[in-house]
T-cell receptor
Framework: KQEVTQIPAALSVPEGENLVLNCSFT??????LQWFRQDPGKGLTSLLL?????REQTSGRLNASLDKSSGRSTLYIAASQPGDSATYLC???????????FGAGTRLAVHP | DAGVIQSPRHEVTEMGQEVTLRCKPI?????LFWYRQTMMRGLELLIY????????DSGMPEDRFSAKMPNASFSTLKIQPSEPRDSAVYFC????????????FGEGSRLTVL
């Protein structure tokens, strides 16, 4: 059974820091991996989607990497800003099965 | 483009009442998902449809929950009768293609059952 774990559960950093959020999954047979952002009281916003054949995706200050063999993904946020404060969730689609399995998320606070 | 649209945004009801949540997916998307989010359990997939057909409803908690997708632009999630433990935020999401995977979420319906 696929399980997704995110570490740390919460993170507080000063503005301007580069930071890394971690996601691990137990079964490497995934179809793709997706990173989301959720603001309090809001829905989930898709940030980056990495197909299983890819190793990374970039969007602005965000870079997500995928290492299927080790069951890991990282989300790198460069030059963090207070507006980056949110919960970041990682989710995988197990191979051949269109069902996103979510981690519990990392709650990020960037203070001025 | 309009995103996934859900209604109502907030619903407060009493135990035993029927609750109907509604979702309009993004035009052109043929997969639709209903998720429930709670502090204790995080995000749980309840059911998903592909081309209006339910593919996997194994996440539906019990017979009190039912979902329909009568056409490509509308889906409902119904709880009858509702119970306090059903209190949660219910999200609808849609994607293009069965395994393309990139999901787009609505803003959610926050349900409180008293």
């Amino acid at each position: 059974k696929q399980e997704v774990t995110q570490i740390p559960a919460a993170l507080s950093v000063p503005e301007g820091e580069n930071l890394v959020l971690n996601c691990s999954f137990t079964d490497s047979a995934i179809y793709n991996l997706q990173w989301f952002r959720q603001d309090p009281g809001k829905g989930l916003t898709s940030l980056l989607l990495i197909q299983s054949s890819q190793r990374e995706q970039t969007s602005g200050r965000l870079n997500a990497s995928l290492d299927k063999s080790s069951g890991r993904s990282t989300l790198y946020i460069a030059a963090s800003q207070p507006g980056d404060s949110a919960t970041y969730l990682c989710a995988v689609i197990p191979g051949g099965y269109n069902k996103l399995i979510f981690g519990a998320g990392t709650r990020l606070a960037v203070h001025p | 483009d309009a995103g996934v649209i859900q209604s109502p945004r907030h619903e407060v009801t009493e135990m035993g009442q029927e609750v109907t949540l509604r979702c309009k997916p993004i035009s052109g998307h043929n997969s639709l998902f209903w998720y429930r989010q709670t502090m204790m359990r995080g995000l749980e997939l309840l059911i998903y449809f592909n081309n209006n057909v339910p593919i996997d409803d194994s996440g539906m908690p019990e017979d009190r929950f039912s979902a329909k997708m009568p056409n490509a632009s509308f889906s409902t999630l119904k709880i009858q009768p509702s119970e306090p433990r059903d209190s949660a935020v219910y999200f609808c999401a849609s994607s293009k293609g069965q395994n393309t995977g990139e999901l787009f979420f609505g803003e959610g319906s926050r349900l409180t059952v008293l």
